[in-house]
Nanobody, 127 residues
Framework: QVQLVESGGGLVQAGGSLRLSCVAS????????MAWFRQAPGKEREFVAA????????NYADSVKGRFTISRDNAKNTVYLQMNSLKPEDTAVYYC????????????????????WGQGTQVTVSS
């Protein structure tokens, strides 16, 4: 199983930027699709962005397209989420997740596709 540790969350004003990082342990990192999900208080966990094992494919929720960018560095076992033009509705706990399998890609990732999760990092956007 992959161990995941997120960092980079914080408090930012609307229109600002943050960069989240997720460091993974385990040798299967470079073979697994990685994703970011988020969960706001009182709401279900929702998909934000995903990136395939090679970085060749990415997918975003409509709500973040054009503002967020997911990337990965397999040499560093790290996946990133660059968040620009942040809005108050982006406020949530952000979770990094690793696919249960290897070399799999889904058009619309869902939480149960992912078997390893980080502890989450809080992102708060003030208006």
């Amino acid at each position: 199983q992959v161990q995941l540790v997120e960092s980079g969350g914080g408090l930012v004003q609307a229109g600002g930027s943050l960069r989240l990082s997720c460091v993974a342990s385990g040798r299967i990192f470079s073979s697994a699709t990685m994703a970011w999900f988020r969960q706001a208080p009182g709401k279900e966990r929702e998909f934000v962005a995903a990136i395939s094992w090679s970085g060749g494919n990415t997918n975003y929720a409509d709500s973040v397209k054009g503002r967020f960018t997911i990337s990965r560095d397999n040499a560093k076992n790290t996946v990133y989420l660059q968040m620009n033009s942040l809005k108050p509705e982006d406020t949530a706990v952000y979770y990094c997740a690793a696919d249960r399998g290897i070399f799999r890609w889904a058009v619309t990732p869902i939480p149960r596709d992912f078997g390893s999760w980080g502890q989450g990092t809080q992102v708060t956007v003030s208006s």
